[in-house]
Structures are given as C-alpha cells and as structure tokens.
C-alpha cells in the first residue's frame, strides 16, 4: 500500500512497486498467515516505532510488513574546521516493510552545499548539489518481537548520483552488523561495519572500518535520550566523534528528534547540529 498523500505519478508508483517486488523476491514467499507488503500487519497490531536516526548506529529492527517509515533531517550544519561549513537540507531514508523481518531502504542525501576559503579572510568557494542514493537491505535475525536483545544483517550499495561536485562518482558499497540490548529503561546498541568506498587519492578503492556504541534512556514515556562514540578509520585520518541528543514520541508513529556531534579527533568535523523527524504509515 502507498500511504495518502505519497507521489502519485504514474512512473513513481511503477519505479515503488517494481522495487517492492524485487525486494519481495530476495525472500522466500509469505505463507497465508504471514504478514507482508500485499498483507499489511493491521495497525493496531504495529511494534513500538523504531527508527535508525538520530544515531549513527544503525538498529536491527524492521520496519512491520506492508508499511512505510520516512526518516529525514530537516537540516544538517557542520563545521569541518575553521575555513570549511556544509549544510545538508532534507536527507531522507525511505524505509519499506516487505517481511516481518525484512525490510528495503532508499536512502537520499538531499541538497548539500559546502563552502571553504583558503583562510579566515578569504573569499570563500561554494559547491552546492544534490547527493548520492544508497540503496539498502535489512534483515532481523532476532528480537523483532521483543526480548533483552536483537541483531540484524544490513548490506547496502551507494549509487553515485550527486552534482555540483559534491560527491565522487564511484558505487561504493559494504555491510553492516547492528544489534541492541535492552535494560528496563535503558539499552545498549552497537554496530560494526565494513565499506568499500573510493580512496582518498582517488586511484582505487580503500576499505573503511566502523564502529560505534550507543547508550539510551528513557526520560518520560514520550521522551529520551542518547550518547554515542562512533570510530572510521582505513582511509585517511582517524575520524572518532561523540554523539548526544533526544527523541520526542508525538504519538505511536511520529517522532521528533535534535542533536549534536563532536569532533574528537583532528579529521572529525568539529561539531555538525541537526534536527529531525521520523513517521511510519
């Protein structure tokens, strides 16, 4: 099903469906009684919302089977050093239920712009474009339904479609392995993930090796909280960051967030601030 108000041009709804059934066949069929994208899980029947923002650890939920979860930063601001700034306006992460334990993601990186000069003083030079589109594939191997712990398996593939300069025009691609615990009011997540991407002296390709680790609380049945180190490294500096920020449920399936990240490392960013929103049809 495509939610109200979602594009109804004709192209569109053959490029959804097309993917929808592409995705659908890299899973074996659904039984009757199982739920999928054909046979929604009935909305009273829905998980507790899950989203993979405001974080950098991805979860190892799924969204339920036959429903749609947008997930998008209004704005991104970084400040990469004293001479660089970069915006992102509008990244979104089109995630689509097909299994009660898999899931397809359409990820778009929205309208970038980036402006350094050669110091303090000087003119400064802009690039401004569109970004990349990654697509993405997610499968629970457990804790979808509950319990004191969950993992999944995520594989993705980065589609160079950026302009203005703002990307490289390679596909890149890896794997991540997500998984969370849960402690009455507080959990733990943590995800490792391996990416072959376009080296920094763009003659090859380089692999780059991630990690992060996240603590939540609940503060209030509608409000929480975050911490996180996320570590890169394989190809150029050293990038270690500490992440911070809260999430706001509205109700069972809108919700708000804001934060920050900080640069402990020479080659991190010095601090990028965002705010965001994630709903589910």
């Given at each position: 099903?495509?939610?109200?108000?979602?594009?109804?041009?004709?192209?569109?709804?053959?490029?959804?469906?097309?993917?929808?059934?592409?995705?659908?066949?890299?899973?074996?069929?659904?039984?009757?009684?199982?739920?999928?994208?054909?046979?929604?899980?009935?909305?009273?029947?829905?998980?507790?919302?899950?989203?993979?923002?405001?974080?950098?650890?991805?979860?190892?939920?799924?969204?339920?089977?036959?429903?749609?979860?947008?997930?998008?930063?209004?704005?991104?601001?970084?400040?990469?050093?004293?001479?660089?700034?970069?915006?992102?306006?509008?990244?979104?992460?089109?995630?689509?239920?097909?299994?009660?334990?898999?899931e397809l993601q359409f990820l778009f990186d929205g309208c970038l712009q980036s402006r350094t000069s050669a110091s303090a003083t000087a003119p400064a030079a802009t690039r401004t474009g569109f970004g990349d589109v990654t697509l993405r594939a997610k499968y629970n191997c457990w804790g979808n339904?509950?319990?004191?712990?969950?993992?999944?398996?995520?594989?993705?593939?980065?589609?160079?479609?950026?302009?203005?300069?703002?990307?490289?025009?390679?596909?890149?691609?890896?794997?991540?392995?997500?998984?969370?615990?849960?402690?009455?009011?507080?959990?733990?997540?943590?995800?490792?993930?391996?990416?072959?991407?376009?080296?920094?002296?763009?003659?090859?390709?380089a692999a780059v090796w991630t990690n992060s680790l996240s603590i939540g609380r609940e503060l209030s049945s509608k409000l929480a909280a975050f911490a996180e180190l996320a570590s890169t490294a394989g190809d150029g500096g050293h990038v270690f960051a500490f992440d911070c920020g809260l999430t706001y449920a509205v109700h069972a399936d809108l919700q708000l967030d804001c934060g920050a990240n900080f640069g402990l490392s020479r080659a991190a960013p010095d601090v990028t601030v965002f705010c965001g929103v994630t709903f589910r049809y």
């Amino acid at each position: 099903m495509l939610p109200s108000g979602f594009p109804s041009h004709p192209r569109f709804r053959r490029f959804a469906g097309a993917a929808c059934a592409l995705g659908a066949g890299l899973w074996p069929a659904a039984s009757a009684e199982e739920h999928s994208w054909t046979n929604p899980v009935p909305h009273g029947e829905l998980r507790s919302l899950s989203s993979d923002r405001p974080d950098a650890t991805e979860s190892p939920f799924t969204v339920d089977a036959g429903h749609l979860q947008i997930e998008t930063s209004v704005a991104a601001y970084s400040r990469v050093d004293a001479v660089t700034t970069e915006w992102n306006a509008a990244p979104v992460n089109v995630r689509v239920g097909l299994r009660s334990d898999f899931e397809l993601q359409f990820l778009f990186d929205g309208c970038l712009q980036s402006r350094t000069s050669a110091s303090a003083t000087a003119p400064a030079a802009t690039r401004t474009g569109f970004g990349d589109v990654t697509l993405r594939a997610k499968y629970n191997c457990w804790g979808n339904n509950g319990g004191s712990s969950a993992f999944g398996v995520l594989p993705f593939l980065k589609l160079p479609t950026n302009s203005g300069g703002v990307g490289n025009r390679s596909l890149e691609g890896g794997l991540i392995l997500p998984v969370s615990f849960s402690f009455d009011v507080w959990s733990v997540s943590a995800m490792t993930e391996i990416e072959c991407v376009r080296n920094s002296a763009d003659d090859g390709y380089a692999a780059v090796w991630t990690n992060s680790l996240s603590i939540g609380r609940e503060l209030s049945s509608k409000l929480a909280a975050f911490a996180e180190l996320a570590s890169t490294a394989g190809d150029g500096g050293h990038v270690f960051a500490f992440d911070c920020g809260l999430t706001y449920a509205v109700h069972a399936d809108l919700q708000l967030d804001c934060g920050a990240n900080f640069g402990l490392s020479r080659a991190a960013p010095d601090v990028t601030v965002f705010c965001g929103v994630t709903f589910r049809y």
